[in-house]
Structures are given as structure tokens and as C-alpha cells.
């Protein structure tokens, strides 16, 4: 049977994963909102310290850097840079901090040769290059009853959705070693340890939305293999 590719019915097994998707904007954006308000009692940078975390695990030779936009912070373990974002780099609120630990703890994790973390890098070219060419590919085959163009695109996107897997324990790992950090060194209070871990796990959950849309929709691309076939 063929279904017109805009009013498939397939398209109902998104919608959980798009409230979920959804939900968790919500919570970031709200978490961040609340504690981007609250300065820390020590008024240190986020800059500063994730200086002081890398420096105190012999990390200097990663640098520290501003980039352009909101919440584009990040860590290039090619380039060895850690990428604060404009609202992050310079702050000395909770949630910036929390941000800029989390940032530092993916660099611990180059350090100590994480192997989800050296996993995903290896995989970034094929997830992008599958991100691409999967719906492309196989929505034209779709169109035109190529079963092989169908699988071809399945083929690239279930490299996406291993992406997103490796992506979980990478993320939920820097966080618990952000939190173990900022707790060691006494830079937070137990009130804004609670405040960073509460912007760190919201920003979690959107990698798990983003896992679980990615599972949803190979769902959707079988079932719909399944149905030009019938």
C-alpha cells in the first residue's frame, strides 16, 4: 500500500518524542534562566574556573576561548580548545560555571582516554555524512519503489542513532565529573552544587530526547519500508 510521504500514518510514532523533545527545551531553558541569575558566593568566572579545574589536572595546554551565540560551549579534543559561549565565558553565575565544569570534564575525559568519548569522535564523520544523505536517499527511494536507495538510507541514519547511544554516556559522564570537581575543590556550597547538578541533568535530558527522536524515527523509516512493500 502507498502512503503519500506528508500524510503517512507513520508520523503519530514521533509525537511522544517530540513532547519529550519539547519538555526538555523547556527545562534547560528554565533551569539556565534560574541559575544564570545566581552569582556564586566565591564570584569566580566561568572562565576562571575552568582554568583552575584543568590547570589542577595538568591540563594546560588546552586553552580556553570565547565563541559567538547561546550555549555553543564545547570541547575540540583535535584543536585542544575548550569554547565557552558569550553568556557563559566571562559570568560568575551557578549555571555558567556548572556549564563551563562540564566543558572542562570532557577534557579530563580526553585526557584519560575515555573510550565512549574517543568512540563518538571517531564516528562524528559518519554520523554527519548519514544526517545528510539517510532521508534524502531514502525518501527517494521511497518515491520511485527502490527497495535498495530505502535500505541504503536506513543504513545511514542507524549510524545517526548509534551517534546519539555513544553520546549518552559521554554527556552524563562530564557531568558527573563537573559535579565530583566543583564539589572537591570547594568552589560551590552544597546550595549551588544543587543548582549547577539541576542545569547539568536538564541539559542531559535533551540528549536523551534526542536519542529517543532518533530511535522513533528508524522506527518510522522501517514501517514505512515495510509498507511500499506491501
Known sequence: MFYPFFFDPTIIL???ALFLAIWAQMKVKGAYAEYSRVATIRGIRAQDAARMILDSHGLRNVTIEPV???LTDHYDPRSKVLRLSEGVYNSASIAAIGI???EA???LQDMDGYAPLKLRNMIVPVANLGSGLAFPLFFIGFLFGSPTM???GILFFLGVLVFHLVTLPVEFNASGRAIKVLAGTGMFTQDEL???KKVLDAAALTYVAATVMAAMQL???LALRGMRND
Request: net charge neutral; proline share 10%.
Open 194 to 196: 544543587y543548582g549547577a
Open 100 to 102: 563551563a565544569a562540564h
Open 219 to 221: 522506527v518510522r523509516l
Open 150 to 152: 530505502m535500505d541504503m
Open 68 to 70: 559567538p551565540g547561546n
Open 14 to 16: 514521533l509525537l511522544p
Open 105 to 107: 570534564g570532557h577534557a
